[in-house]
């Protein structure tokens, strides 16, 4: 494994954070606590991981510039910023929600989720799209 390797495997890892956090909702709506539980701190510990990464590709890499013009840049430029300003936020609102529920004050942690949830699934499925467009399209 390269240095060059690490985007690919941070957008796998967007993408399982993705898919856990859609579970963990899903397993949280039919009651499953534990379930929810489990599946939500794996999806805390794959954005980790995904942090992890992002930093040590980025402080090696350096920046990376998309490379089309046109209206796919429009776009691209669009979902990057969008996500940027967002995911700047998550581990914010992560820590905040995962340490509310740890701490059983499950008012303030719904409370605070319904933000954290549609927030940093967007982050996850963005940071997928971003990828795709800068490195595969």
């Known amino acids: 494994m390269t240095v060059h390797d690490l985007p690919a495997i941070n ?11 859609t579970l963990g909702f ?3 709506r ?25 930093l040590t590709y980025h402080s090696l ?11 796919i840049r429009l776009v691209y430029l669009t979902i990057l910023f969008t996500h940027t300003v967002l995911a700047a936020i998550v581990p914010v609102l992560a820590i905040i929600t995962l340490s509310r529920a740890l701490r059983a ?8 989720a319904r933000w954290t949830l549609p927030i940093w699934l967007y982050v996850s499925v963005t940071g ?5 467009m800068l490195y595969r399209f």
Do not use: C, D, P, Q
Request: glycine share 8%; charged share 10%; hydrophobic share 60%.
């Open 61 to 71: 890499a350096g920046v990376v510039y998309y490379r089309h013009a046109g209206a």
């Open 26 to 28: 899903a397993l949280i």
């Open 128 to 132: 997928v799209i971003v990828y795709l």
């Open 30 to 54: 039919n009651g499953r606590i534990e379930a929810h539980r489990t599946v939500m701190i794996s999806a805390f510990g794959v954005s980790v991981l995904f942090l992890i990464g992002y």
């Open 105 to 112: 004050n499950f008012k303030r942690h719904r409370a605070i």
């Open 11 to 21: 957008a796998a890892l967007n993408a399982i954070a993705a898919v856990l956090l």
